[in-house]
């Protein structure tokens, strides 16, 4: 039986005529990692928004642990943190100072603020730095601090609303193990991300959110496995190539780097086929490819089927 802490049920938002959230329904279980997946202006913030109760939705309803997202903001402000898509410290204070800043500010005896600031400070590797004004932090350290500080209350669930934006490769993935790190802790976190790799490499669940819906659900194999076993990627010379080629070929077009990507069964019979009919209509591809699909390929292939109309759920 699945110990859901997080349900949400035809969540609805708009600002004037501007839909924004049009009838999301998801869950998420305790102990989870949960990516929200999409693109800028998909809803993401807006879910956040609304789940860690700063504001409240049209229609539908959110429950977190139980509790109304719209009824009982107190008591579910005492399970959460939020850590927004940019780092909101102190930049005045040092790490420490920030860490005992907050602890002060949950009402933590004297000694308590000492512990706490200490363990997060050894935590998140900023013993270091402890003594440094903020402002002298850089990216990624900073990422950390903020995080460090959403974390002084000892939260059962952490929203982190693209937790790893503006932050160079290495950073990245520093914060990707801290996530880790995190869950395996127990605590559920809810994440919203645009980064496929990062909900890839992290969510135990990934939910695709375009336009204010949800257009496909479950973990990263599982959505792989929604857009076919393999791809074939074909690499065309030039531009009237590569126009010539989508004539015939249905797939994915990357009109940067000259290439479709197709669905493909992996079997010499379909390869064959393929390059006989290209050759028959004078087309040549310079490079072909196999490859297993992505989530970008979930993504893309989601997202216009539900610019076209399809349903997916």
Do not use: C
Request: proline share 2%; aromatic share 6%.
């Amino acid at each position: 039986m699945k110990d859901v802490l997080i349900s949400v049920n035809d969540l609805k938002k708009s600002y004037g005529n501007n839909a924004v959230l049009s009838g999301l329904t998801f869950e998420v279980e305790r102990g989870s990692i949960f990516a929200l997946l999409g693109e800028n202006g998909a809803g993401k913030t807006t879910t956040v928004r609304i789940l860690s109760t700063l504001i409240k939705a049209d229609a539908g309803k959110a429950t977190i642990a139980g509790f109304d997202s719209t009824k009982d903001a107190g008591a579910i402000r005492k399970l959460i943190s939020l850590t927004g898509q940019y780092a909101a410290v102190d930049e005045l204070l040092t790490g420490e100072e920030n860490l005992q800043m907050m602890a002060r500010l949950h009402h933590f005896d004297r000694k308590t603020v000492k512990q706490r600031t200490e363990e997060l400070l050894t935590q998140f590797d900023l013993v270091d730095a402890a003594k440094r004004q903020a402002k002298t932090y850089s990216g990624g350290m900073r990422r950390r601090l903020d995080i460090a500080i959403s974390l002084i209350g000892s939260p059962k669930i952490i929203f982190l609303d693209e937790p790893t934006t503006g932050l160079d490769p290495r950073s990245r993935m520093n914060m990707w193990e801290l996530i880790k790190e995190l869950a395996r802790s127990g605590v559920t976190i809810f994440l919203t991300t645009q980064y496929l790799d990062e909900a890839d490499q992290l969510a135990d669940k990934i939910a695709v959110i375009n336009a204010g819906k949800i257009v496909a659900e479950g973990t990263a194999e599982e959505l792989k496995g929604l857009v076919g076993e393999e791809k074939i990627e074909l690499s065309f010379q030039n531009q009237a190539d590569l126009e010539l080629a989508q004539v015939y070929l249905d797939g994915h077009v990357d009109e940067k780097q000259l290439k479709i990507a197709i669905t493909a069964d992996g079997s010499t019979a379909s390869l064959r086929h393929l390059l006989n009919d290209l050759y028959t209509h004078g087309i040549e591809p310079t490079a072909i490819h196999y490859r297993k699909p992505t989530l970008d390929d979930v993504f893309l292939e989601m997202t216009s089927k539900q610019k076209k109309g399809v349903v997916l759920l």
